[in-house]
């Protein structure tokens, strides 16, 4: 048997491209969302009265990247824009009704996706990957 491709920066990029476009067609078909858009939603969920430059923070994007993004959720009336209470060139960000009830929709394919992943890693697996990702994603190089 030969041995695995060892090119690790190669191998995760490509399981990151597969994961994401099979995990975008299922919260498509059952939510109407992509995975980046679940990701903004989870994010002022978890966090009602974000920033937009917050919310650039916690995905990992520049802030041109989310202003897009912002605007996409808006105009579908996901996503609420409101003027900051204190900082008057700065906006907040609030789930719409119609943004809660496609994260209600989006999560039995999140479950069901971890679920298959966590079936594929083992327990302990699917702990040490997780949490060896959240470090890469935390990685000062």
């Known amino acids: ?3 695995p491709d060892q090119r690790l920066f190669f191998l ?3 399981a990151a491209h597969r994961l994401r476009t099979t995990v975008d067609r299922r919260c498509l078909a059952a939510a109407g969302v992509t995975t980046a858009q679940l990701g903004a939603l989870f994010a ?3 966090r009602p009265g974000i920033t937009q430059q917050e919310l650039a923070r916690t995905l ?7 202003t897009a993004l912002v605007g996409r959720l808006t105009a579908a009336d996901l996503l609420l824009k409101q003027a900051h209470p204190r900082e008057h060139r ?3 960000l609030e789930l719409t009704g119609t943004g809660a009830a496609a994260l ?5 394919e999140v479950d069901r996706f ?3 992943l966590r079936e594929l890693l083992g327990d302990d697996g699917f702990l040490r990957t997780a949490g060896a990702l959240h470090q890469l994603a935390h990685w000062d190089m």
């Open 1 to 3: 048997m030969s041995e």
């Open 12 to 14: 995760l990029q490509r």
């Open 44 to 46: 002022v969920r978890d």
């Open 60 to 66: 990992g994007l520049r802030e041109s990247a989310v």
């Open 90 to 92: 700065a906006v907040v």
């Open 104 to 108: 209600r929709a989006a999560q039995p």
């Open 114 to 116: 971890n679920a298959q």
